[in-house]
């Protein structure tokens, strides 16, 4: 049974509060985390799309990302993932590449698409402080807007 949504603001500098419950999380292999920054709405800029926006093949103004950690099945445990919706444009991962911040060796590329964004399979073992310093630079690098410090997380169970 699902439990009440958690959420766990923190900074994105000084993510403890969060990668301590991730660690969690990781070890009983039983819900995940999407975190986003904590944006003004006034800095959020007006889509010119109008209607017309759920069709477009653009993302998020305001980046959204996802950690799962992978099920325990029968078979054994699934890899965890990241995912991170972003407005960053096709290819996301040669801009994250030309700005320093590659997708890390041995992390597997599952897609990237313009609106439905990157996703990412990670090896065992990657620790989820790496995952949310990887996740909240990516999202700063991919965003058509500052983002600050300050973020919230939605921890969601099984």
Request: overall charge negative; proline content about 10%.
């Amino acid at each position: 049974m699902r439990g009440e949504p958690e959420l766990i603001e923190f900074d994105a500098s000084a993510p403890a509060g969060l990668v301590g419950r991730m660690r969690e999380l990781a070890r009983d292999r039983n819900g995940w985390v999407n975190m986003q920054p904590m944006v003004d709405e006034d800095d959020i800029p007006e889509s010119s799309l109008g209607l017309l926006g759920w069709i477009s093949a653009k993302g998020p103004a305001v980046p959204q990302a996802t950690w799962v950690p992978g099920e325990s099945k029968r078979k054994g445990v699934e890899p965890d993932s990241i995912g991170l919706q972003h407005r960053g444009g096709p290819k996301a991962r040669l801009a994250l590449a030309d700005a320093g911040a590659p997708i890390p060796s041995g992390w597997k590329l599952l897609a990237d698409h313009p609106k439905r964004g990157l996703v990412v399979e990670l090896p065992d073992g990657v620790d989820p402080e790496e995952i949310v310093d990887w996740l909240v630079g990516a999202a700063k690098i991919l965003s058509p807007i500052d983002l600050p410090d300050r973020w919230v997380a939605v921890v969601l169970s099984r």
